[in-house]
């Protein structure tokens, strides 16, 4: 009797999970903590450590939509290994330049390992291994950066509070470096056919079975991809979306910390990506296959106005708003990230919603880079810790109205095709 080998794709998405935990702890929520240490330690603007963390994400957008033909050719170990040293190496940047204006280039080095094991990087080492399973797969690899989040917002505040800033940024950043190092060369070299088998470790085709129709594009490419409304709703709602989720989230722990201090606001951080997890979560649980996904999108936003409103009323003071707010926003920070593709699966072809999904995030990335930069200028402007939150609240409405007017869109399309989602 031969021996069933188990589906190593598993390993790889577990493997996944940790390069998310590491790259949202160190290149997502990092950014917050470090505004804060900057900030409140060395008694630079706002605004210019903003605008750095600005550049971060904005060179992040660039690399990223270049990253699979950087995969071709150099690979996905070497790419991952890459962004891990860069990320770690960024990190100590951010942690010993001496001057406000070097943090610029330590934001070139920290957005390019952002790039390479952030979002499209998961996806990359998902995505081989899984075809029917592949939206379970991609949750629960993305579940590694909210854990990233739980774990790695207090373990910023503990250490920089025991330890400084730098070493605890050469801790972690070499940390990082390593574990990816290792990971990479363990887990992610190998293909399905490198080790006899298929995606979702499914069975090999019986001879002579027919093989599965091409299913044509509809979708026009370039920029006359903009015509298409369900298109153009969908990117636009969610760049929108994510502009005001990344905004907050960088001055989130410099919010709650005249109220909770460092390690308690490193704990209500923890506690808005803990609940990241719940959101997305109860998302999967409970969204039947055919419901509307776009008021899934709408309400996922207005809970995170829910969230932002509580914040503004907590007025800086009141311990239990802030936190009502951190639980409010957090339950919908997930879920930013899993709707578009779970949007555009309802919407397009199969042979359009890879493509789909590649620009969305692209387009999110980009718009969203300026966040950190035009909050920080918002706050500094008017002299109120209020500001940014009144404008991502603003922001997430926006983007609420602009997911919902693609309903009319989408039906208007279908009909104008001849064909359903």
């Not at 952030?118 to 996806?123: P, R, T």
């Not at 373990?155 to 990082?176: H, N, Q």
């Not at 999967?284 to 899934?296: E, F, I, N």
């Amino acid at each position: 009797m031969t021996a069933v080998v188990p589906f190593f794709g598993w390993r790889v998405v577990w493997a996944s999970f940790a390069v998310a935990v590491f790259a949202w702890g160190v290149g997502f929520y990092g950014p917050s903590v470090f505004l804060y240490a900057l900030h409140e330690g060395r008694g630079w603007p706002v605004s210019t450590i903003s605008a750095a963390i600005t550049v971060h994400f904005l060179l992040s957008a660039g690399i990223v939509a270049r990253l699979p033909a950087l995969h071709g050719r150099y690979g996905l170990v070497a790419a991952t290994r890459a962004g891990g040293v860069l990320a770690g190496l960024g990190v100590v940047l951010w942690a010993t330049v001496p001057a406000p204006w070097l943090l610029f280039p330590a934001a070139l080095v920290s957005g390019a390992g952002w790039a390479l094991t952030s979002g499209a990087a998961i996806n990359a080492m998902v995505a081989p291994w899984f075809d029917k399973k592949r939206p379970a797969a991609i949750s629960m690899a993305f579940n590694g950066a909210s854990v990233g989040g739980v774990l790695f917002a207090p373990l910023w505040a503990l250490l920089i509070a025991r330890l400084g800033f730098p070493l605890s940024a050469g801790l972690l950043g070499v940390t990082m470096a390593a574990g990816l190092w290792w990971i990479a060369g363990t887990y992610l070299r190998a293909t399905p056919a490198d080790v006899g088998q298929r995606p979702d470790g499914e069975a090999a085709p019986v001879a002579g079975a027919p093989l599965a129709s091409p299913v044509r594009q509809l979708l026009p490419v370039g920029t006359a991809m903009w015509r298409d409304r369900r298109f153009a709703t969908l990117s636009t709602a969610f760049a929108l979306g994510l502009f005001a989720q990344i905004g907050l989230v960088a001055h989130l722990f410099l919010l709650l910390a005249p109220a909770l201090g460092a390690t308690g606001a490193g704990m209500a951080v923890s506690l808005a990506t803990a609940c990241a997890v719940v959101g997305r979560t109860l998302l999967g649980s409970l969204l039947p296959a055919r419901a509307d996904r776009r008021v899934a999108a709408a309400l996922n936003f207005a809970v995170q106005v829910g969230g932002c409103l509580a914040l503004l009323a907590a007025g800086g003071t009141s311990v239990p708003l802030l936190l009502l707010g951190c639980v409010l926003f957090g339950l919908g920070i997930g879920n930013l990230t899993s709707l578009p593709p779970l949007i555009a699966q309802t919407e397009f072809p199969r042979a359009d919603v890879g493509r789909v999904v590649a620009l969305v995030t692209a387009i999110n990335q980009a718009v969203f880079a300026f966040a950190p930069a035009i909050l920080g200028a918002v706050r500094d402007a008017t002299s109120w810790a209020g500001a940014p939150i009144l404008l991502a609240a603003l922001v997430q409405i926006a983007a609420a109205a602009m997911v919902l007017a693609g309903r009319a869109a989408r039906k208007g399309q279908d009909a104008d095709a001849g064909h359903g989602p």
